[in-house]
């Protein structure tokens, strides 16, 4: 039976998951995408939805991987065959960063935005015009906090591969 190589367009699935069991992502169909409550902006927690369509990920071995790790993984595999890879935090989007959250007064925000509310997502741009991306996590009447971490930063990562077929 053919092994994957560096190299090889292969399809896969894959379920990501956190430490708690909680799904981040997954090519495979969620029973919470099964009800058309998803769509294609959807950002459900542990609904696996991602930002792609359910179905099996074409890819590259050695080409951009999405983590070394898997790259690794795949290498050796024959269609049908499933691994477990984790990858911890720091080998994934780091640590968590207090330092990465901070406070804005309401006052400095642009004249035209409307008020934030927890669990937006945005892009700030600085004096320098470089781009953060950042989510909300407090508002109150005199301020506004945001966090630039990765939302997956500070958690290991745990991806549950099966080899489909290589193309």
């Known amino acids: 039976m053919a092994q ?3 190299g090889d367009k292969v399809k896969i699935n894959y379920t990501g998951t956190l430490e708690d069991g909680t799904i981040f992502d997954s090519t495979l ?3 919470e995408c099964c009800d ?6 959807c950002t459900d927690e542990g609904c696996g939805c991602g930002d792609h369509e359910p179905g099996p990920m074409e890819m590259t071995i050695g080409d951009v991987p999405m983590f070394p790790q898997i790259d690794e993984a795949l290498e050796g595999m024959a ?3 499933k691994k477990i890879v984790v990858i911890t935090a720091a080998d994934a989007f780091g640590d968590y960063d207090e330092e990465r959250v901070f406070s804005v007064p309401r006052s400095d925000l642009p ?3 409307e ?3 927890v669990g937006d997502e945005m892009v700030l741009v600085n004096d320098d015009e470089e781009e953060m991306g950042v989510a909300v996590i407090e508002v109150t009447d005199t301020e506004v906090t945001f966090d630039a971490n ?3 930063a500070g958690h290991d990562l745990s991806f549950e591969l099966e080899l489909v077929e290589i193309l």
């Open 36 to 41: 058309d409550s998803c769509d294609d902006d």
């Open 115 to 117: 008020v934030p509310e």
């Open 29 to 31: 169909e969620m029973e």
């Open 79 to 81: 269609p049908g065959e």
């Open 4 to 6: 994957a190589q560096k």
């Open 150 to 152: 990765h939302p997956l």
């Open 111 to 113: 004249e035209d935005m």
